[in-house]
């Protein structure tokens, strides 16, 4: 029998699938569509490794399913070509950042064939090509000239808003925005362009303001609080700080309840619209003004609990807030400014989640109670953030945890506003207690005295009541060179948009990649002539973030080469929403929720008609990798004494690269833990460490001989020399590891783990080094990558493809094991020795037992792929294959169906197995075989036969015998006969496809 060559077969089909556009996708209305779509890839120079095709297989499974079972399916591919890496790369050589986007697209196109992915690559699209980014730039355009019109509950266009200033002013207006002073349409009439373009500025779906952002100064850019992690750059892992920049934003806020709603229309997991829910934040309160004693100034707050409005004890203002400067008093201005230094230091997640540190400066200014009269205290403290809510706080300590420590550690009053509460030891944060001391609200509940709180504070003219979103606007400007340029242009520091025939600006050639002396971002470092596009006074010098042109792609791919506009509304129609996504958890929050908000801002303008992008989405597990670890040691002795003879004790050394085998480590440790724990040493204990003495005696040595110390003798005494041992591990490249035995020759060779030349290294008895292992984050810093191209080579990327998928339930994080894919590997060969060698297949009736491991197969694959369980799928073909196999059938018709069943996960080898079995088309134009239950129904059934109620023997009849005829075949077996022993029965019981009895 011939060989399964998957290498020669794998070539093959990739070789044929690309040259006849097997996976080329058109509109076709005749069919339903299956729109499937992976979250868009970032090529790095590193490549993918085995946990990347994760998400990708599913989809491609789902996609090659559908397209059997008759769907017109969209699979496209394509890359985020912007971003960070590239851009850091070309500061540090030079090189310009497209060069090296390139050559990881080429990596990862490379890696994505051998895998054999049925993407139709004719749409791929890239968002750093101007081709792509045109129309980014043109939807940036659209949200420029977009306001929000709460009454009607979506965009409209600005010129309409221009129309309606001119006729009427802004009296009548609800809009999302900022907050404007009321104009008549005279006033708006006789203002110059740049005071009305101001103005208008507050309207506008995106806006330029001034805006708190994290800034990072290594990298010269913002970022997202999803490019943050514990207060440094995920990138870098460079040090952020708070920074108020002028910087252009999204209205994402307009949307806000918008994107909650949304959720209930999507086929999303719980978890995951939790996340959405947590991050938009939504809570309902009221909105309450505190006057400034000695000011004519306001102070804002939002309070979810406007009954607690009595507890006020003290205000605490954001360190950022416009009025800490002119309230702060001249005894405490040094150490506010001071404060506000070191809170500028840190992100807002830190500041957020830092909840065991209590900071905060007192300003020296009062605010007076809205409803006492009284005054209180206004601090700063850096948990309050200028970018959330109004950046003020009303604290009430009775009632709040945070502000109830904050006052404890200040030694502010906290005056108990809940009957029967005891708040000594903690504030009070439920709801059952009746209020107290709370004036008119005296005796109500939490839910009678917020709406009566309300009620006043807005019969008062104090506040109003008032819906809050943690939600914040999106910032988006980036101060890098490698982004989307802005289709903006300035006169007279007024920013416009270029006309559509001018699209796109592309990015100028620039001297450097870095920003400029005077710290602009690098596109200020472009001649005028090196702009494609150059109008007014300047371009702008700021670039989109990564998740503009993220937002949308999935539209591009309905229609990527449409030089006229974004998309075609027909084929967005067709296409419409993607039926399945797949990708990390990582974007749950962040690219999800700015999907959502442009595609219902583009519904909103009429330009697509669904206004949620994504009807299901599955956030797959991460693979983990299998890390190496070597372990160093830190011994400590008694009895070691300086060369010049002076004694120096028990010394604990930490000696560098003093290195241990894993088995040996643990003899060792275990041992030390005997020795110290044991008071009186037995001889069994005795006996014990001598089988280790050897090796303490030599590790003292080694101690002695690297620190520059001498023992006193060759002994080692048990008691005197009381042993102590300290361990820590270092990460080591598993390509350098087998079996969890190092190959030191080959990892020295490595500059990186040069330093185990000089190193001090105890063996295990046989030579062997043996490294420990744990189970963690496939990453490039813990040495711990495995790429798909080598597991090609060796096994096919059919065994890479179902072993992806065999690891485990698709949400769960999977550890990898590169030792489980032969196991898989067999499986195929297995399948291919189904199919006979001479292609000879029996093209008669497939028999019943055939016909049922098919069918029962058909079945479980069918259900499990519709519900995404491609674990047990795998399990199942194996099953069905070695029950084949045991039957020994060459029946074409089941063979064929068995070959469509497993192409979606091993597409290479069944499109071999295809054409052996006579097709000339490609396997994907195959239809799903259907499930028939007939053939699962049992032609026999083993009745159970007792006599007086004691089973006696199995009698096999067909299942679909009368009791009469059930009744003759009992009395016709030849064992009925002797438990009878020649009496006659007095009563046959027959329950059909169940029992026979019989009372004698």
């Known amino acids: 029998m011939s060989e399964y060559n998957h290498n020669s077969i794998e070539q093959k089909w990739q070789k044929y699938w690309s040259e006849n556009k097997t996976y080329k996708a058109t509109e076709d209305t005749t069919k339903k569509k299956f729109y499937a779509l992976d979250m868009f890839p970032y090529p790095s120079g590193a490549g993918l490794h085995v946990g990347h095709p994760l998400g990708y297989i599913a989809s491609d499974i789902m996609a090659r399913y559908k397209k059997n079972k008759g769907f017109n399916v969209l699979h496209p591919s394509g890359y985020d070509s912007f971003g960070l890496p590239a851009e850091q790369y070309a500061i540090q050589t030079g090189q310009h950042p497209a060069i090296t986007t390139d050559a990881n697209i080429k990596r990862y196109r490379q890696q994505l064939d051998k895998i054999g992915f049925a993407f139709d690559w004719e749409r791929e699209v890239r968002t750093s090509n101007p081709d792509y980014y045109k129309w980014t730039q043109w939807i940036f355009k659209q949200i420029f000239q977009s306001w929000y019109n709460n009454d009607t509950d979506k965009a409209e266009a600005i010129d309409e808003l221009i129309a309606t200033f001119a006729k009427e002013g802004n009296a009548n207006v609800n809009a999302a925005c900022e907050e404007t002073p009321v104009f008549t349409a005279e006033e708006w009439n006789n203002w110059d362009e740049k005071t009305q373009r101001q103005t208008?500025?507050?309207?506008?779906?995106?806006?330029?303001?001034?805006?708190?952002?994290?800034?990072?100064?290594?990298?010269?850019?913002?970022?997202?609080?999803?490019?943050?992690?514990?207060?440094?750059?995920?990138?870098?892992?460079?040090?952020?700080?708070?920074?108020?920049?002028?910087?252009?934003?999204?209205?994402?806020?307009?949307?806000?309840?918008?994107?909650?709603?949304?959720?209930?229309?999507?086929?999303?997991?719980?978890?995951?619209?939790?996340?959405?829910?947590n991050w938009i934040g939504k809570s309902k309160g009221a909105s309450v003004f505190f006057d400034v004693a000695g000011f004519d100034d306001k102070i804002e707050v939002f309070t979810t609990r406007p009954d607690t409005i009595f507890g006020v004890t003290f205000m605490v203002l954001a360190p950022e807030h416009d009025l800490v400067a002119k309230i702060t008093t001249d005894e405490y201005k040094a150490k506010v400014a001071a404060y506000k230094k070191t809170a500028a230091a840190k992100t807002e997640r830190d500041r957020q989640a830092d909840v065991k540190n209590i900071t905060g400066e007192f300003t020296g200014a009062y605010a007076i109670h809205p409803f006492s009269g009284e005054k209180v205290q206004i601090w700063i403290g850096d948990y309050v953030l200028a970018t959330y809510g109004t950046g003020a706080v009303m604290a009430v300590p009775a009632g709040d945890q945070r502000d109830w420590d904050f006052a404890n550690h200040f030694n502010i009053p906290i005056p108990n506003i809940f009957e029967g509460a005891d708040i000594s030891e903690g504030a009070y944060t439920e709801k059952g207690a009746k209020l107290m001391n709370s004036d008119f609200l005296n005796g109500l509940t939490a839910k009678k005295g917020m709406s009566l709180a309300t009620y006043e504070i807005e019969k008062r003219g104090l506040g109003k009541g008032k819906t809050n979103y943690r939600l914040r606007e999106a910032i988006f400007s980036r101060q890098r060179y490698w982004g989307e340029p802005f289709p903006v242009y300035y006169k007279n520091d007024i920013p416009y948009v270029l006309e559509d025939n001018q699209l796109p600006v592309t990015l100028p050639e620039v001297d450097a990649y870095l920003p400029t002396e005077d710290g602009e971002p690098p596109l200020a470092r472009a001649k005028k002539e090196a702009w494609n596009v150059f109008e007014g006074d300047r371009m702008e010098y700021n670039t989109m973030p990564g998740w503009a042109g993220s937002s949308w792609y999935f539209l591009r791919y309905m229609d990527p080469k449409n030089e006229k506009e974004f998309v075609n509304k027909e084929k967005a129609d067709y296409w419409n929403q993607v039926d399945l996504y797949i990708g990390g958890s990582e974007h749950a929050t962040g690219h999800l929720l700015y999907s959502r908000f442009w595609t219902k801002f583009l519904c909103d303008r009429g330009f697509i008609n669904f206004d949620e992008p994504f009807k299901k989405l599955i956030n797959q597990g991460m693979i983990l990798g299998r890390s190496s670890l070597i372990n160093k040691i830190s011994i400590q002795f008694s009895g070691l004494t300086k060369l010049d003879g002076k004694d120096e004790g028990a010394t604990n050394l930490h000696i560098p690269n003093l290195l241990i085998s894993k088995r040996k480590l643990e003899v060792i440790t275990n041992h030390i833990k005997i020795l110290k724990k044991e008071k009186n040493i037995n001889n069994e204990l005795k006996n014990e460490f001598l089988k280790i003495k050897g090796e303490m005696i030599f590790l003292r040595a080694k101690v002695a001989k690297v620190s520059n110390l001498k023992t006193p003798t060759d002994e080692l005494d048990i008691e005197a020399d009381i042993l102590d041992l300290q361990t820590s591990s270092l990460h080591i490249d598993i390509n350098c590891v087998e079996n969890d035995i190092l190959n030191i020759e080959k990892a020295i060779k490595d500059p990186m783990f040069s330093f185990l030349k000089g190193s001090h290294i105890i063996k295990e008895e046989n030579g062997d080094f043996i490294c420990g292992h744990e189970v963690e984050k496939m990453s490039k810093s813990k040495y711990n990558v495995q790429t798909p191209d080598d597991l090609c080579d060796q096994y096919g990327a059919d065994s890479l493809?179902?072993?992806?998928?065999?690891?485990?339930?698709?949400?769960?994080?999977?550890?990898?094991?590169?030792?489980?894919?032969?196991?898989?590997?067999?499986?195929?060969?297995?399948?291919?020795?189904?199919?006979?060698?001479?292609?000879?297949?029996?093209?008669?009736?497939?028999?019943?037992?055939?016909?049922?491991?098919?069918?029962?197969?058909?079945?479980?694959?069918?259900?499990?792929?519709?519900?995404?369980?491609?674990?047990?799928?795998?399990?199942?073909?194996?099953?069905?294959?070695?029950?084949?196999?045991?039957?020994?059938?060459?029946?074409?018709?089941?063979?064929?169906?068995?070959?469509?069943?497993?192409?979606?996960?091993?597409?290479?080898?069944?499109?071999?197995?295809?054409?052996?079995?006579?097709?000339?088309?490609?396997?994907?134009?195959?239809?799903?075989?259907?499930?028939?239950?007939?053939?699962?129904?049992?032609?026999?059934?083993?009745?159970?036969?007792?006599?007086?109620?004691?089973?006696?023997?199995?009698?096999?009849?067909?299942?679909?015998?009368?009791?009469?005829?059930?009744?003759k075949a009992l009395f016709a077996h030849e064992k009925t006969a002797g438990y009878l022993d020649g009496k006659d029965p007095k009563k046959v019981i027959v329950v059909p496809k169940r029992i026979i009895n019989v009372v004698v």
């Open 200 to 277: 208008l500025m507050n309207y506008r779906l995106t806006y330029l303001a001034d805006s708190w952002v994290n800034w990072c100064p290594e990298l010269g850019t913002v970022l997202a609080n999803d490019e943050i992690k514990d207060g440094v750059s995920e990138r870098g892992g460079h040090p952020v700080e708070q920074k108020l920049m002028r910087q252009w934003s999204m209205r994402i806020t307009a949307y806000a309840e918008r994107l909650l709603q949304g959720l209930d229309k999507v086929d999303f997991s719980d978890s995951l619209k939790e996340q959405q829910r």
């Open 801 to 967: 493809r179902c072993y992806e998928m065999f690891l485990g339930p698709l949400e769960q994080a999977k550890p990898w094991d590169t030792q489980g894919i032969s196991g898989v590997h067999n499986f195929l060969k297995k399948l291919w020795r189904l199919f006979p060698e001479d292609n000879q297949f029996d093209e008669g009736a497939p028999t019943k037992d055939a016909l049922k491991t098919l069918h029962k197969t058909i079945k479980k694959v069918t259900e499990d792929i519709e519900r995404y369980s491609f674990n047990t799928v795998i399990s199942t073909c194996m099953i069905a294959v070695n029950e084949l196999g045991a039957q020994k059938c060459k029946n074409k018709q089941i063979l064929s169906d068995l070959a469509v069943i497993i192409s979606p996960f091993a597409p290479h080898i069944t499109e071999e197995l295809w054409e052996r079995l006579g097709n000339t088309e490609s396997i994907t134009k195959a239809t799903w075989p259907a499930f028939n239950e007939k053939h699962l129904i049992e032609s026999n059934f083993s009745y159970p036969v007792s006599f007086n109620g004691k089973m006696r023997f199995m009698l096999e009849l067909p299942i679909d015998m009368g009791k009469d005829d059930i009744e």
